[in-house]
C-alpha cells in the first residue's frame, strides 16, 4: 500500500510518499510543491493541484493522509493553509483517494513516541523508521513523511475503524485488543480534548524504530 502524506501550504506544500509491506515502511519518494508569492492566488493553488495529480498519476497511491487544520493566531497563514487544504481534499476527491487525517500530537505520537516532540526529533525518526541514508528536508517534505508514517501506523493497527471516517477522534474506541501505539494515540486525543498542553503527553508507543 502506498500513502501519500500531504504538509498543506500555499508558498510550499510538503508531500512523502512511503510504501507498506506489512510492518515494513520504506519512502518511496518525498519533496516539496513551491509557488512564488508574486503569482496570483487562483494560479498557484492551480499549479499546486495540477502537480499534486502528477504525484497521484505516478504513483497512485491508496490513502492520502493530511494535516487537521488548526486555528492560529496567525490569520493569514491559517488562511494560506486552509486554502492549499482545499485543492488536496479536492485532487483526493476526483482521483478517488480516501482521506486520512492526523493533528500535530498524532504524527509526533506515531514518529518520536510522544506529543512534545520538536520538529528537529521526528525529522530524526522520520528517517530511522524509514532507514534514509540522510536527514529529510526541507522541513515540509520531512512532516509529510511523519503524517503518511502516522497513517500507516493507524491502518495497520486500527483497521477496525471505518475507512470512510474524517475525524478518528469523534469515534468509539475499539472495546478490546488495544495496542500501545493505539493506546498512546488515545492519550493525545484525550489530552488535546482536554487542553492539557503536550509536554505531559506520556511516552506509550513503541520505542522500536521500525514500524510496528
Known sequence: MIILGIDPGTAMLGWGLVERTGSRLR???YG???TPSDMPLPERLEAIYLSLTDLIELHAPALMGVERLFFTKNVQTAFAVGQARGVVLLAAAIHGIEIREATPNEVKVATAGHGSASKDQVQRMVQAVLGLAELPTPDDAA????IA???AHRERSVSR???GAFD???LTPAPSGITPY???VREALRRERLGIGPESVVNRAPKSKTAS
Open 182 to 184: 493505539e493506546r498512546a
Open 149 to 151: 508514517i502516522c497513517v
Open 168 to 170: 478518528r477522534s469523534a
Open 32 to 34: 516539496v510543491i513551491s
Open 27 to 29: 519512502a518511496v519518494d
Open 143 to 146: 512532516d509529510a513523511l511523519a
Open 161 to 163: 475503524i471505518p475507512v
